[in-house]
């Protein structure tokens, strides 16, 4: 049995989606539904039922969840330990990153290293850059690529990679898109749509504000970066995003403040690195560089 296909079988039902699992493995959806297969010829049961547009998971599936999450994760301990033992890059890594990276800033280096190391089983997860942040200093991913903390944790090891403008954006039939020159006070006059309170956006965006003893009028939203540029282009309110967002549904306002964050890779040095890690973060260096 493929190893593969009990990865495979995970994305799946992490994601309750065919399409999404492929994204995040880097594979076509064909391959994923031919990995799922494969393991209902092997265990004889049906693992997935058609339901509408998408898919269900059958009991089945959900009796096999836990004990294959704990098998990889042993096995990828193994992995782990037996890396060191020489200098050939393999095993499982896992790693986590924020969406907006994994969507924006991370495919060609991942591509090139899934080429490069096919020895390497890559285990990703999209997680919120705070709950990454988390995620690595409790050992439950080796690497997270993430926005890098106003303020970083001293347990843990930080690496800048991306310099990432963030920009006041507007729908370009909003009032405040007329204006040539924008100050912070008024923006005021205006309900914005931010990011949870505990976004790391968030707070580089309202420390700007209170520099001047200034508070927006907030309506703050879990949802990602991409659902709130929707919000802003229909014209319920102003934002602040990064400027790789831009499209053609809005405006960039003109704003006396420049705003910006910090896109790298956070580690626990505690952890004794794989070769696997290390390979990763040195292609992701090399990448943004050449």
Known sequence: MNLAAFEA????METGSISLAADQLFITQPAVTKRIHSLEDYFGVKLFESAGRGIQ?????HSLLPK?????NELGEIHHTLSHEHDQVQGRLK???????GLHHLPDPLRHYVQRFPDVTLDVHFVDSEQAHEKVLAGDLELAFLTLPPEGDERLTYLTVWNDPLVFVVAPFHPLAQRKQIQLQDLLEYPSLLPAAQTYTTQITLHAF???GLRPKI?????PLESIRMLVSIGLGWSVLPQTLLNRDLCQLAVNVELKRQLGIVW???????????ALIKLTQQSTTA
């Open 9 to 12: 079988f995970v994305k799946v």
């Open 57 to 61: 998971a059958t009991h089945a599936a």
């Open 68 to 72: 294959v999450k704990n098998w990889l």
């Open 95 to 101: 790693i986590g990153t924020s969406h907006h990276i």
């Open 210 to 212: 209170e520099k001047y």
């Open 219 to 223: 309506t703050m939203s879990n949802n």
């Open 268 to 278: 626990h040095p505690a952890r004794t690195q794989s070769k696997a890690a290390q």
